[in-house]
């Protein structure tokens, strides 16, 4: 060290030593370097701090805990600004940062390539988070050799094949989180051997087979996902052993067959059960009753009969019982009731009533209301106008009678379908806002505003006139 540096007053002294202990170390720094110049589009700058002039330790994204060494390596993207991504792919540079025990490469949208080969050189490599990137081929076989880790997330990308055997050894593992991708085969029975689980997610893929038997194997399970897959058979016996701590079960949109247990009754921590879209038949279990803190339920699209149990719920957000063979007569009571529902879907449910009769005890923050296909009578507008919030309402295949243009049409509603109704009166400008318009079939009248909507939203009125159907006279 240069000795006019003694003559430097101490505390001047001391700030100069110290940023140079903390300076990133040169290794790190170029393993960055290389990874960045890996990268071939960067549209909004995630990156523009990566300067070789400056510390690697300040640059975005980057945490060094250890002394002057990179532990973590962390960018997002952000999904809603259509250019906050970044386009290429992942550098094998990133096996010289010895110390990076952490990394989180989410919603970069663009990044390909394979799994990355780089990661399995990193000893202390504890959670990897890549997540909406377009990732592609098989995983490799060579994940097992990573036991260390404590959680892996690949969600969101185009990963084939089956999941290897070898996932079995990774039983340090509390998130396994494989969804939306294109992954084939059966769920591997080595799965079970990874007991410290808390949150499992295959969902969005393509895995057949029956649904595993080997839910007695994680004790500490909080999160199942195993939605829109191609799975079969009945729900097994052993999910049962799940009861105690399980808040979150989605295996909607399978081919699951049989009746609805009764012991999914026992969940009393559960919050959202989602079984829709599959072949279950028969009954709800009145042990439902017990679920008290279920705010999330949807068993859409099977073929459950009545009677539907009333439940004793404390407020619910989103219900779904539509499309089943349920003869419910009125909107269920503990479903007026509810202080904070926003979500409410009762298409083809039997409900025989008057719009008017229906007073919840709250409509201020309703987003979805779906009373398709019932025997619904009267007019919505009294309801409706007191929503500022509502995005959809969906009430076609009923009896309403109302006009048209006293239904206020707030700035957040995207989606109407009042077709086949007895509404009447004329189609009000303020429709334009909308994403989607069905009033087909009803008794409207008059000229229609200009928007981008087809014919097929229009047809079978009294007189509607103008684009899209034939020019008024």
């Given at each position: 060290?240069?000795?006019?540096?003694?003559r430097?007053p101490?505390?001047?002294?001391?700030?100069?030593?110290?940023?140079?202990?903390s300076?990133?170390?040169v290794?790190d720094r170029n393993?960055?370097?290389?990874f960045?110049?890996?990268?071939?589009?960067?549209p909004?700058?995630?990156?523009?701090?990566?300067?070789?002039?400056?510390?690697?330790?300040?640059?975005?994204?980057?945490?060094?805990?250890?002394?002057?060494?990179?532990t973590?390596?962390?960018?997002?993207g952000?999904?809603?600004h259509?250019?906050?991504?970044?386009?290429?792919t992942?550098s094998n540079?990133l096996?010289?940062?010895?110390?990076?025990d952490s990394i989180?490469?989410?919603?970069?949208?663009?990044?390909s390539?394979p799994?990355?080969?780089?990661?399995?050189?990193l000893?202390?490599?504890?959670?990897?988070?890549?997540?909406?990137?377009?990732?592609?081929g098989?995983?490799?076989?060579?994940?097992?050799?990573?036991?260390?880790?404590?959680a892996?997330?690949?969600?969101?990308?185009r990963?084939?094949?089956p999941i290897?055997?070898?996932?079995?050894k990774?039983?340090?593992?509390?998130?396994?989180k494989?969804?939306?991708?294109?992954?084939?085969?059966?769920?591997p029975?080595g799965i079970?051997?990874?007991?410290?689980?808390?949150?499992?997610?295959?969902?969005?893929?393509?895995f057949?087979?029956?649904?595993?038997?080997?839910?007695?194997?994680?004790?500490?399970?909080?999160?199942?996902?195993?939605?829109?897959?191609k799975?079969?058979?009945k729900?097994?016996?052993?999910?049962?052993?799940?009861a105690a701590?399980?808040?979150?079960?989605?295996?909607?949109h399978?081919?699951l067959?049989?009746n609805?247990?009764?012991?999914?009754?026992?969940?009393?921590?559960l919050?959202t059960?989602?079984?829709?879209?599959?072949?279950?038949?028969?009954v709800?279990p009145?042990?439902?009753r017990?679920?008290t803190?279920?705010?999330?339920l949807?068993?859409s699209?099977?073929?459950?009969?009545?009677?539907?149990?009333?439940?004793?719920?404390?407020g619910i957000?989103?219900?779904?019982?539509?499309?089943?063979?349920?003869?419910?007569?009125?909107?269920?009571?503990w479903?007026?009731?509810?202080?904070?529902?926003?979500?409410?879907?009762l298409?083809?449910?039997?409900?025989?009533m008057?719009?008017?009769?229906?007073?919840?005890t709250?409509t201020?923050?309703?987003?979805?209301?779906?009373?398709?296909?019932?025997?619904?009578?009267?007019s919505?507008?009294g309801?409706?106008?007191?929503?500022?919030?509502?995005?959809?309402?969906?009430g076609?295949?009923?009896?309403?009678n109302?006009?048209?243009?006293?239904?206020?049409?707030?700035?957040?509603?995207?989606?109407?379908d009042?077709?086949?109704?007895?509404?009447?009166?004329?189609v009000?400008?303020?429709?334009?806002?909308?994403?989607?318009?069905?009033?087909?079939?009803?008794?409207?009248c008059?000229?229609i505003?200009?928007t981008?909507?087809?014919a097929?939203?229009?047809?079978?009125?009294?007189?509607?006139?103008?684009?899209?159907?034939?020019p008024?006279?």
């Amino acid at each position: 060290m240069n000795s006019s540096l003694f003559r430097l007053p101490f505390p001047l002294l001391f700030i100069f030593i110290f940023n140079l202990a903390s300076a990133c170390h040169v290794g790190d720094r170029n393993a960055l370097l290389a990874f960045k110049s890996a990268i071939t589009a960067d549209p909004s700058g995630l990156l523009s701090s990566w300067k070789s002039a400056v510390d690697c330790c300040t640059w975005a994204g980057v945490t060094c805990s250890v002394p002057n060494r990179v532990t973590s390596l962390s960018l997002y993207g952000q999904l809603d600004h259509p250019n906050a991504f970044l386009s290429g792919t992942i550098s094998n540079s990133l096996s010289n940062l010895p110390y990076l025990d952490s990394i989180y490469l989410v919603n970069l949208r663009n990044i390909s390539g394979p799994f990355p080969p780089s990661l399995f050189k990193l000893p202390k490599l504890l959670f990897i988070y890549i997540e909406n990137n377009k990732l592609s081929g098989q995983l490799p076989a060579a994940i097992g050799n990573m036991s260390q880790l404590e959680a892996l997330s690949l969600e969101g990308n185009r990963f084939t094949g089956p999941i290897p055997s070898s996932i079995s050894k990774l039983t340090r593992l509390t998130q396994l989180k494989l969804g939306s991708n294109l992954l084939t085969g059966s769920i591997p029975i080595g799965i079970r051997q990874l007991k410290s689980l808390t949150f499992l997610s295959l969902e969005r893929n393509r895995f057949a087979g029956p649904l595993p038997d080997f839910w007695g194997s994680f004790p500490e399970l909080r999160i199942l996902s195993l939605s829109h897959n191609k799975l079969t058979g009945k729900i097994p016996r052993s999910i049962s052993s799940l009861a105690a701590k399980l808040s979150y079960l989605q295996i909607g949109h399978n081919l699951l067959t049989g009746n609805i247990p009764d012991f999914l009754g026992t969940f009393r921590a559960l919050d959202t059960l989602d079984l829709s879209s599959n072949h279950f038949s028969g009954v709800v279990p009145k042990s439902f009753r017990n679920l008290t803190k279920i705010f999330n339920l949807d068993l859409s699209r099977n073929s459950l009969v009545d009677p539907f149990p009333e439940l004793f719920v404390k407020g619910i957000e989103s219900l779904d019982l539509s499309y089943n063979k349920f003869h419910l007569g009125k909107i269920p009571k503990w479903v007026t009731s509810s202080p904070i529902i926003y979500s409410l879907k009762l298409a083809k449910c039997g409900i025989k009533m008057k719009m008017e009769d229906w007073k919840p005890t709250q409509t201020y923050f309703y987003d979805y209301i779906d009373l398709s296909e019932n025997e619904i009578r009267g007019s919505p507008v009294g309801l409706l106008n007191r929503t500022d919030y509502l995005v959809g309402f969906w009430g076609s295949g009923n009896k309403l009678n109302f006009k048209l243009q006293d239904l206020r049409i707030v700035k957040r509603l995207k989606y109407l379908d009042l077709s086949r109704n007895q509404v009447s009166g004329k189609v009000p400008g303020a429709v334009v806002g909308l994403e989607k318009l069905n009033v087909s079939y009803n008794h409207l009248c008059g000229p229609i505003p200009a928007t981008k909507f087809p014919a097929t939203s229009f047809l079978g009125n009294d007189c509607l006139c103008g684009p899209p159907l034939p020019p008024c006279k």
